[in-house]
């Protein structure tokens, strides 16, 4: 955020970015100048300032679309290994970060501020027709593994508005020590690719039992480019295919 606005300080010609507001304000109210500088002189460099100030506005509008427009179309990978945030969830934080520091900076308005926030509740929540997932394209079956307490992805169906998870959860059996050990499923699922596609959860649920079926949806569907998809839920990371089988 710093470099940003310091690029843009230097770019437009601006006052130096360590020229504080205190010492602006006295030579645009004309009750002060630096040494040596005539009042013609002093009000040439008011208009310039005040002009650099106008186009370090502009730029600072035109950053924030770029950044609203970014957030809608960033993947939710996860950056930690708990699945606290995603790189969608970075995205939204640092576009509200932006918002409040040049807000601050006196650089946005706070109609500018309502305004921004505004469209970022609307690009964060759910852009697409809510899944149906009534026509199936295909389903991708997961990696066969060893049957053991814990998360296993069983496949995904492909449809034609949407991706579902199919999963199955073992409880660990009665009278082992359970420290360490999950005892339920986890409570959030995040679904990536290898094109960056920005996919949404729906929801889902499981069917009660030792053994708990689950579900989990998204949307969109996959992109006829994307060739595997990655899904992320607490500690368990799965891989799929999308090519080659299945």
């Not at 394209?137 to 990696?143: D, E, M």
């Not at 290898?194 to 579900?215: E, F, S």
């Not at 500690?235 to 080659?244: D, I, T, V």
Request: glycine share 8%.
């Amino acid at each position: 955020m710093y470099k940003t606005l310091i690029s843009l300080s230097s770019e437009c010609g601006c006052v130096h970015p360590l020229r504080t507001l205190d010492e602006v304000r006295p030579w645009a109210r004309g009750t002060a100048s630096p040494s040596g500088y005539s009042g013609r002189r002093v009000a040439e460099r008011d208009y310039s300032d005040r002009d650099a100030a106008r186009d370090l506005r502009r730029r600072a509008l035109e950053l924030l679309e770029q950044n609203l427009t970014g957030v809608e179309t960033t993947p939710r990978r996860p950056i930690d290994p708990n699945l606290v945030r995603t790189e969608a969830d970075q995205a939204v934080l640092n576009v509200s970060v932006a918002l409040d520091t040049l807000s601050a900076l006196g650089l946005v308005t706070e109609a500018d501020r309502e305004r921004f926030f505004r469209r970022l509740r609307e690009i964060t929540s759910t852009s697409y027709a809510p899944f149906r997932g009534v026509h199936l394209r295909r389903v991708v079956r997961a990696p066969t593994v060893r049957e053991g307490p814990g998360l296993h992805l069983l496949s995904a169906e492909l449809y034609t508005d949407g991706v579902l998870l199919r999963w199955l959860f073992v409880s660990p059996p009665a009278g082992v020590d359970r420290s360490g050990v999950e005892h339920r499923p986890p409570q959030s699922f995040s679904l990536w690719d290898d094109v960056d596609t920005a996919y949404t959860p729906q929801g889902g649920g499981w069917i009660p039992g030792h053994h708990l079926r689950g579900d989990t949806a998204f949307v969109p569907a996959p992109p006829p480019e994307a060739t595997r998809l990655s899904i992320a839920a607490g500690r368990h990371r799965h891989e799929l295919a999308l090519r080659g089988g299945g």
